[in-house]
């Protein structure tokens, strides 16, 4: 009787792991997706802002034009 109840924890505890594991590969699939859809959007806006050119700082707008006289 004792060695029917130990090999029914037993098979739990291999379920309960395996689903551990599923839900750890998932989190880290989601989360590798989340981090390169932030790092590709950050790359858009390149276009704009501060730059050094020729040893001075420009600024380009949102349209990737450099700014003058504004």
């Known amino acids: 009787m004792q060695l029917g109840i130990s ?3 037993l ?6 792991a395996l689903i551990m594991r599923k839900q ?3 989190v880290a699939v989601l989360s590798t997706a989340a981090l390169l859809a932030i790092g590709a959007s950050m790359t858009s ?3 704009q802002g501060w730059a050094a050119e020729d040893g001075t700082w420009v600024y380009y707008n949102r349209d990737g034009e450099m700014a003058t006289e504004s």
């Open 7 to 9: 090999k029914s924890i």
């Open 11 to 16: 098979k739990k505890k291999k379920e309960s």
């Open 24 to 26: 750890t590969k998932l």
């Open 45 to 47: 806006f390149a276009a």
